[in-house]
């Protein structure tokens, strides 16, 4: 138990995942602005979150400080973000989402099938780092940013978001159903296609 708890400490202690709790630490507060209307605090907040994301692998691969505990704690702390930041569009701009409710639906069904699939499958969420994936992350901070600073949203940005979030997540759904295990390096299902 102490080991495990010296070993936790330890990775807290790591820059990378320093800037992963700098994205947690955010969260109340942009749940704060959200509930007391302050839209364009939520857009900046969210742009830190994405430099801060960005920066947590950036600097794990940099510093030589890539690990298991880092990865799963980067996904977690997206599994907060992503939920919350659709909680904070229908709050605060609910016509950027209900004006399109087939593609929202759409998006949302296959992103949370693919993380219910990791956890049923792996019993845990599968951290595929898939190219999608990561270019989907960017085209929606650039999204959610643009919503809540600018609004209304540009509906190019939702569905440039959209086609993204729908692509990645079903790249990383077909992934999941094609292996036995998690291939946290799988970078794209063409490149893995060889490691079946």
Not at 106 to 125: C, E, H, I, Q
Not at 145 to 154: G, L, N, S, T
Not at 160 to 184: K, P
């Amino acid at each position: 138990m102490r080991s495990t708890s010296h070993e936790l400490v330890r990775q807290l202690r790591l820059v990378p995942n320093l800037l992963t709790a700098g994205r947690l630490l955010l969260l109340p507060a942009l749940w704060i602005f959200a509930l007391e209307d302050r839209p364009r605090a939520v857009g900046a907040g969210l742009t830190l979150c994405f430099l801060l994301d960005f920066g947590d692998g950036f600097v794990a691969r940099r510093l030589g400080q890539t690990s298991s505990f880092g990865s799963k704690f980067d996904s977690v702390v997206d599994g907060l973000i992503a939920p919350s930041a659709i909680a904070w569009l229908l709050l605060l701009e609910p016509r950027t989402l209900l004006d399109h409710k087939p593609l929202a639906a759409t998006w949302f069904a296959l992103t949370y099938a693919s993380l219910a699939v990791g956890l049923v499958k792996f019993r845990r969420f599968a951290n595929l780092h898939l190219q999608s994936a990561r270019l989907a992350c960017v085209v929606q901070y650039a999204f959610l940013v643009d919503a809540f600073v600018a609004p209304p949203a540009q509906p190019a940005l939702l569905y440039a978001a959209a086609a993204a979030g729908i692509a990645a997540s079903l790249e990383s759904l077909l992934l999941q159903l094609a292996r036995c295990e998690v291939d946290e390096h799988a970078g794209s299902i063409l490149a893995s296609r060889g490691r079946a």
